[in-house]
């Protein structure tokens, strides 16, 4: 009898689906997903904006403008990420059309955010026509900033998206993340030549001394990798048990292609408290 036949193996899966469930306080089941149309020669992080993301090393003001200056007025934008002390954070935004509006805390005050994770429309106004941009402040051309290194999500409602599409995390403070794998996929299998893209999962664990009041990180380094094509478009790679990750702990998936190609990732896990 294989390991997936026993109780044991069922006990397993009973807890993962109570996770989902919210049947115990505190442990959150994560799904990030994320896709890059223009995945390049160099590699890139898997999230519409396109290149690689600079994070930030210190909480900073957000903002979100849109691209249209008409008809995205007024719709109120559900934003979620870490905040000031790392913590998990939910927030909104109202949109003002082609200038930034600051991303306010759930409780209505003007706090700062340390990572963006996940952005998308909760009111009932019609969508966006243009996609919208979340940044820290900067100058906008038409709505879109002006510096990418200041951009960190982008919502697309040209495309259909209708949220973030970004595959990128940072365990927050007094959390263990379990990873337990990713799925890519290559899209475009029957035009053009054939192409290949190598997928990483890549970590930023804190440096030796740092901490949660301190924070620096170490060099990107691979905890996985494996490669996806236009013959084999679709490759799921679930590990048999999960990979550790510290609170703090900044996990991007990531690809470099062979010719430029739209590819598409997730990455699942389960977030834990420390006490």
């Not at 243009?130 to 402040?137: F, H, L, M, P, Q």
């Not at 002006?146 to 007094?174: C, R, S, W, Y």
Request: net charge negative; glycine share 10%.
């Amino acid at each position: 009898m294989s390991f997936i036949d026993t109780p044991e193996a069922r006990q397993i899966g009973d807890w993962m689906d109570k996770v989902a469930m919210g049947q115990y306080p505190k442990v959150f089941a994560t799904l990030k997903f994320g896709r890059n149309p223009l995945v390049g020669t160099t590699e890139e992080d898997l999230w519409a904006v396109g290149g690689k993301e600079t994070l930030l090393s210190a909480p900073a003001a957000m903002y979100a403008s849109c691209e249209d200056n008409t008809n995205g007025v007024g719709q109120r934008i559900y934003v979620q990420g870490l905040g000031s002390s790392w913590e998990l954070k939910e927030g909104w935004v109202i949109l003002t059309g082609q200038t930034q509006a600051r991303v306010l805390d759930a409780d209505g005050t003007e706090g700062t955010w340390a990572r963006i994770f996940r952005a998308y429309q909760v009111s009932g106004e019609p969508d966006p026509v243009g996609d919208v941009w979340i940044a820290e402040a900067d100058t906008l051309t038409a709505g879109v900033p002006n510096t990418a290194t200041k951009v960190h999500a982008l919502v697309e409602f040209t495309d259909a998206a209708q949220q973030t599409e970004k595959a990128m995390f940072t365990i927050p403070a007094g959390y263990t993340g379990l990873f337990y794998g990713s799925q890519a996929f290559m899209a475009g299998a029957t035009s053009g030549s054939a192409r290949y893209c190598e997928i990483g999962i890549e970590i930023q664990s804190l440096a030796l001394g740092a901490d949660v009041a301190s924070p620096a990180w170490t060099p990107w380094r691979r905890i996985d990798t494996y490669s996806v094509s236009t013959v084999s478009t679709d490759v799921e790679h679930m590990l048999l048990w999960p990979i550790i990750l510290p609170e703090l702990t900044n996990v991007a998936m990531r690809g470099k292609a062979s010719a430029t190609s739209d590819v598409i990732g997730s990455m699942e896990g389960i977030l834990v408290p420390n006490s």
